[in-house]
C-alpha cells in the first residue's frame, strides 16, 4: 500500500522539525511525506535537514494546502494528514495499513489522541515525547466507529476521493474550522469512519501561528452554520456546538485562561449570530475581523 504523510504548515519550522525527527522512527515507514508550506520561512532550513521530504508550497488556508498535497500525490493509495504539532507514536503508519487491509470500506481512519493541547495551554515537545514513551499502546486492530475524522491526525483511503472529485472546502479559510468535519462527513456515502486504538499520539497543541479570538470566535458560529446548510454536518450538532461554544467563552470572559481569548471569541460569536440573522454571514468574512 503507497501511503503519504501530509502536512500543511505556517510559521512554525522549529516544531515542525520535531514532528519530522519523530515520524523518522515509524516501524512502517510511508512512501513519501509532503510538507505544504506558504513562504521559506515556513520551514527554514529544514529542506536541507531532511533530503527526503518532499517540500510544495500553495497559498495560505489549511484546505488550500491539504488540496495540493492531494494533488502531490497521485499515485497515493493513502495520505494520513497530520498538524504540523503532532508527534505520532511509531505504530500509526503500520496500524494503518492493518486496519486498511482488514476493512476495505474504511474510507476515514481517525487515530487516538492520547493528550491534546488543544484543549489546554498547550505541551512541550519533550512533555509529548514523555506521554508517548510511557503509553501502553492499543491492539493494532481494534476500531470503533467515529462520527469524523479529527484533523490533527487522519488518513483518507484516496479512492474514493479521486471517485468522486472530493476536496476540502476552500470556502473554510486559514486554520478552516471544521473542515475536517466537513471532509470527512462528506465520505462518509463511499465508506466507514473508523477509530484506530492503536494509531496513537500526541497534539501538541501549540498557540503560536494561531488565528486571534475574534476571528475564532467568528468561525465557531459561522463555519457551523455554513456546514449545515452544505449538508456535511447536521443540524443537531451544528446548533448544539454553537451554543456551547457561545456559553462557554461567556462564562469563562471574566476569569479566562491564560491561553484563550475569551472575550474576542465571545465577541466574534456575536458578530457571527448577527451576521447569521442578517444573512450576511460567509467563512471567508473573518478576513475582514
Known amino acids: 500500500m503507497r501511503i503519504t504523510i501530509g502536512i ?26 509532503i510538507i505544504c508550506h506558504v513562504v521559506g520561512t515556513d520551514v527554514a532550513d ?69 493528550a491534546d493541547g488543544a484543549k489546554g495551554p498547550g505541551i512541550t515537545v519533550e512533555e509529548g515525547r514523555a506521554m508517548l514513551a510511557a503509553d ?32 476540502f472546502d476552500e470556502a473554510l479559510p486559514a486554520y478552516a474550522w471544521y473542515e475536517d468535519i466537513d471532509f470527512t462527513r462528506r465520505l462518509l456515502p463511499y465508506g466507514t469512519i473508523l477509530r484506530l486504538a492503536g494509531a496513537r499520539g500526541v497534539h501538541l497543541g501549540v498557540k503560536s501561528a494561531r488565528q486571534p ?41 471574566p476569569f479566562p485562561e491564560p491561553w484563550a481569548d475569551r472575550w474576542g471569541r465571545f465577541r466574534g460569536n456575536m458578530i457571527g449570530v448577527w451576521e447569521v440573522v442578517t444573512g450576511r454571514a460567509h467563512p471567508g468574512r473573518i478576513s475582514r475581523l
Open 213 to 253: 479570538g475574534l476571528r475564532l470566535g467568528y468561525s465557531q458560529v459561522v463555519n457551523s452554520i455554513y456546514l449545515a446548510r452544505k449538508g456535511s454536518y447536521p443540524w443537531s450538532h451544528a446548533l448544539r456546538s454553537v451554543a456551547r461554544h457561545i456559553a462557554m467563552n461567556l462564562a469563562r470572559s
Open 46 to 114: 529544514l529542506p536541507q535537514r531532511f533530503p527526503g521530504v518532499r517540500f510544495i508550497t500553495a497559498r495560505p488556508g489549511l484546505p488550500i494546502q491539504r488540496n495540493a498535497i492531494m494533488d502531490a500525490a497521485p499515485d497515493a493509495d493513502a495520505i494520513l494528514f497530520l498538524d504540523d504539532d503532532f508527534l505520532a507514536a511509531p505504530e500509526w503508519l503500520a496500524t494503518l495499513e492493518a486496519v486498511l487491509d482488514a476493512h476495505p470500506a474504511c474510507a476515514v481512519a481517525t487515530g487516538t489522541v492520547i
Open 136 to 167: 501502553p499502546g492499543g491492539d493494532a486492530l481494534a476500531v470503533a466507529p467515529h462520527f469524523n475524522g479529527y484533523g490533527c491526525n487522519m488518513a483518507v483511503r484516496m479512492a474514493p476521493v479521486r471517485a468522486h472529485g472530493l476536496r
Open 8 to 33: 500543511a504548515t505556517r510559521g512554525r519550522p522549529a516544531i515542525l522539525g520535531e514532528v519530522l525527527r519523530e515520524l523518522d522512527a515509524q516501524t512502517r515507514p510511508p512512501q513519501a511525506i
